[in-house]
């Protein structure tokens, strides 16, 4: 592996990793069944630039991303004509023309922008390429019930303007049992708006409701289409979708999901210091032997939070080597005193695997008290990807 030249850290991405779970989540998807990858905060901190083509080249003909500016940057990097971008969030008024313009699907969730989007269409001579979102008790974006026959009436009406593309909703929080019930009620209403659907229009769109905990807790709400996120990178949204996932089948023998993202970096200098010393700033670590140290190019503005100060851990020479004293903005700094060999430029891992030791990002959030995904969508965009296998 190439170090990457000017840059303390890199990310490596692992192609391999990806076409393993793409292939699981198939194995747990009807045949037709269509996936679009969520790649919204960055592709999860994986680089939006270095993912896509890799998961375009893996089979993905659909992303989903928040907003306008997201959608650009996915435009720019999909190497495939037929590759379809739709926008799940924040789009504007003045951004409708541009997307239209280039095909990019977007959420309708409220009737002012329907409108717009009627009338821009109507301007460029291009028809939007529109998703209905159905408020269903997520309770934070799109058409209440009273709105549903109208909005698809007004719809139908404009169907030279409008490519109804898909019916959609979103479950507040499939990942844990807590939320059962309310998720089976945000299913009720969404099965209940597809009835609407079907008395106004004479073929139903796309209809898709699922994020990866639903898709792999709740079979009967896969529709025609699950929007994917965390799972294709090989991670799970929860402890309980996981279990979930063990108990119907009891043939794995290890975790049938690989992470897909290595982040690495490089001892910067060594050095013994006496005991009773304090470690860096202040007064947080105090050495209670004679030991020695090795600076790391990686602080808080990398994405390593100070919070793991004298908490964390990395990788050296396939041993875990704890922080001391507290993370900077550029640099922390860990115990290598049983690490004899370790020297300047060798190998430093912060999340993935050396010599059969590994840290995981769920390892590396519970130490930090971060979820996944916050963890994964803080690394710096600034951090050069690398893509593994291709
Ligand atoms: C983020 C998001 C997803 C994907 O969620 P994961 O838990 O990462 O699979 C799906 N749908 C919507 C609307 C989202 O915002």
Known sequence: MAKQFLRPSYIELDRSAL??????????????????????????????????????????????????????????????????????GMIRNDELKWAIDHGIEFYLFEKDRLESAIEAASEIGKKARIHLQIETGMNRTGFEEDQWHDIFKRVKSNKDHLDLRGICTHYAGAESVANYYRVQNQDKAFRNAIEVAKTVFYELPTLHASSSAAFLTYPDMHYDMVRIGIAQYGFWPSRETYMHVLKQNNSFTKDPLIRVLNWKSEIMSTKWVGEGEFIGYGNVFMTSRKMRIATVPIGYSHGFGRNLTNAGYVLIKGDRARVVGLVNMNMLTVEITDMPDAKKGDEVVIIGKQNGQEITVASFGEMSNNLNYEVLTRLPARIPREVLGI
Do not use: W
Not at 31 to 55: D, E, F, Q, W
């Open 19 to 88: 076409e393993n779970n793409l292939q699981f989540i198939k194995s747990n998807a009807a045949n037709g069944l269509r996936i679009s990858s969520v790649i919204k905060g960055n592709a999860y901190g994986h680089g939006i630039s270095n993912y896509l083509p890799i998961a375009e080249k893996c089979g993905i003909d659909h992303f989903s991303v928040f907003c306008a500016d997201e959608a650009a940057g996915a435009f720019k990097y999909k190497t495939k004509e037929s590759t379809d971008i739709m926008i799940m």
